[in-house]
């Protein structure tokens, strides 16, 4: 029996099986090519004969096809994560997977509960673009518990803890790392939007960057303050993104050890770059800001 799937980039996918087993499969741009070839198949199949050494498609089979059809915003996390569950799943059936095999793949991770259940985030993603394409009939994964995870410590910067961080990233050997902390600070943005901001999304005189495609899928404007548009104005303009890479000026500058040592200097401890956006909803809040307005602006 042959099923067409269409799959999230628009494309169609002819699954011809048998018996429950996967015999082949074929991706189109067309339905009515798709349909065309799965009867093909199954006319020399009927002719031919079953192949006894046909299998179900493989878990590394379906999730390579599951990191290459799908756009992602973060792709090298799910390459690692497709790398991880290949490597424990690979050669085996997909559809015989259990949650069984799952929790004592989790059970033996050496990481933190909360590290743990976004391995079974990753997973469960993986079977439901299975679920779409035929080549399962349930999502395991989601028959797995998710792990307890504490809400952690939130951390603000007393005054002159803030004193002592710029201070010591105006001194840093990358000449913007007092921009994007500062920005993470006076707007509250995420390090990942903060990154991906280029040039022609600021408008000074208007005193807003524009932010695109964010993580809740939403365009967003961040509205500036006036020591944020004094620095920017002094900063040299070109076009791209404003913390690029200097080796690969179309990607983003990685600076955690930059920002690892302006700490150290600083002399702040138990401290993530993330905590600068709770400095700035703290500081919005206690301006007078609505809980709307904070939202508004944090996104």
């Known amino acids: 029996m042959a099923t067409i799937a269409k799959l999230p980039t628009g494309k169609f996918k002819a699954i011809v099986k ?16 798709a349909r065309m070839w799965a009867r093909k198949i199954e006319v020399e199949i009927e002719k031919n004969g079953l192949d006894p050494q046909t299998k179900a498609a493989t878990f590394s089979y379906v999730s390579w096809e599951y990191l290459t059809q799908t756009k992602f915003k973060d792709y090298r996390g799910k390459a690692r994560f497709h790398k991880f569950w290949s490597s424990k799943f690979g050669n085996k059936a997909i559809d015989s997977i259990t949650p069984d095999d799952i929790e004592a793949v989790l059970e033996k991770l050496k990481c933190s509960d909360v590290t743990k259940n976004r391995y079974r985030y990753s997973l469960s993603a993986i079977f439901r673009y299975a679920l779409q ?3 399962v009939n349930v999502n395991p994964a989601k028959s797995v518990r998710s792990y307890r995870e504490n809400k952690g410590i939130v951390r603000y910067l007393s005054k002159p803890e803030k004193e002592r961080l710029l201070n ?8 913007k790392l007092y921009l994007i902390v500062l920005m993470a600070l006076h707007t509250g943005a995420r390090k990942g ?5 280029r040039w022609c999304d600021v408008d000074l005189e208007r005193k807003v ?25 002094a900063q040299e303009k070109y076009s791209g993104l404003i913390f690029r890479s200097e080796k690969y000026v179309n990607s983003p500058r990685r600076f955690e050890k930059a920002f690892k040592h302006a700490l150290q200097r600083a002399e702040i401890e138990n401290f993530r770059f993330h905590d600068l956006r709770h400095d700035c909803a703290s500081t919005l809040a206690m301006s007078g800001c609505t809980l709307y307005e904070i939202g508004q602006v944090l996104g």
Do not use: M
């Open 193 to 197: 939007e903060l990154l991906t901001i």
């Open 18 to 33: 048998r018996n429950g087993k996967i015999i082949k499969t074929k991706t189109f741009l067309q339905k009515s090519a």
């Open 209 to 233: 960057i524009f932010l695109y495609d964010t993580k809740n899928n939403e365009d967003r404007v961040l509205p500036l303050t006036d020591a944020l548009v004094n620095e920017l104005e």
């Open 133 to 135: 394409g035929r080549y």
């Open 168 to 175: 010591a990233c105006r001194n840093s050997q990358w000449d």
